[in-house]
Nanobody, 114 residues
Framework: VQLQASGGGLVQAGGSLRLSCVTS????????MGWYRQAPGKQRELVAI???????DYTDSVKGRFTISKDDVKNTVYLQMNSLKPEDTGLYYC?????????WGQGTQVTVSS
């Protein structure tokens, strides 16, 4: 599967961005999709995930600020990010998981200035 992420950019603290990830295969066939991020000098961390039944989970630091959703018709997963903080800065990767196999997109950069 190919994953194409977009929507990153430079935003001031308190601002919003919406990330999109378009897949080359039917999104409804994935067991799980989500977003990870990696800040400079840090390990990649899970940000948000959504199951094929639309159950969601978030890392504690983004709960109440970020929302993950998906559109099965458009084969797209979204990450709405509000009230952004400088510590949200990083390269955001789209993630696909199906039948024990994981795939990653190329990443989209999010930079939050203080």
């Amino acid at each position: 599967v190919q994953l194409q992420a977009s929507g990153g950019g430079l935003v001031q603290a308190g601002g919003s961005l919406r990330l999109s990830c378009v897949t080359s295969e039917s999104i409804s066939s994935a067991n799980m999709m989500g977003w990870y991020r990696q800040a400079p000098g840090k390990q990649r961390e899970l940000v948000a995930i959504i199951s094929n039944l639309r159950s969601t989970d978030y890392t504690d630091s983004v709960k109440g600020r970020f929302t993950i959703s998906k559109d099965d018709v458009k084969n797209t997963v979204y990450l709405q990010m509000n009230s952004l903080k400088p510590e949200d800065t990083g390269l955001y990767y789209c993630y696909w998981f199906r039948r024990g196999a994981a795939s990653w997109g190329q990443g989209t950069q999010v930079t939050v200035s203080s």
